[in-house]
């Protein structure tokens, strides 16, 4: 089950490590949705989400090095946009923390949109780079 399929013809930047961590975070939301299906509401957002922010932060500084590595030109607007993007997601953290009522299906939504929106609309940007460069295999295990 789950809300949304890995595709590489979708989501697929080409490069190992970045789509390897971005099909753990789009399994996370999944997760997440399996859990809300079973009832498992307040406590299973809470600490999936807290997952998922603690996994990002990890995610994106890794996107950034490779990046980096790849001399990608936009870096530094991108780091802006993992940085609002981590905002956004601890934002809703918080409002859960703080025991506002956040509806499951406000949440697999944001979520989605959270993650696929970015992955789509800027990561993917990554691909023209990617097809010619050698430096996309990884140097540790994702
Ligand atoms: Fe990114």
């Known amino acids: 089950m789950g809300i949304v399929t890995w595709s590489d013809e979708l989501y697929g930047t080409g490069h190992e490590t970045i789509d390897g961590q971005h099909k753990r975070l789009i399994q996370m939301i999944n997760d997440l949705h399996d859990s809300l299906a079973k009832g498992q509401v307040t406590e299973g957002m809470k600490s999936t989400l807290k ?14 090095k490779i990046m980096e590595e790849l ?5 530094d607007e991108h780091r ?4 609002a993007l981590l905002r956004d997601v601890r934002k809703m953290l918080m409002r859960l923390k703080s025991g506002e009522t956040v509806g499951p299906f406000e949440l697999l939504g944001f979520l989605r949109q959270w ?10 940007k990554l691909r023209k780079v990617i097809k010619t460069s050698s430096a996309t295999k990884s140097p540790k295990p994702v």
């Open 71 to 75: 001399g990608w030109p936009e870096l």
């Open 115 to 124: 993650l696929l929106e970015h992955i789509e609309g800027e990561d993917l």
């Open 80 to 83: 802006r946009k993992h940085h």
């Open 51 to 64: 997952g998922i922010v603690e996994y990002t932060q990890t995610h994106f500084a890794d996107e950034e």
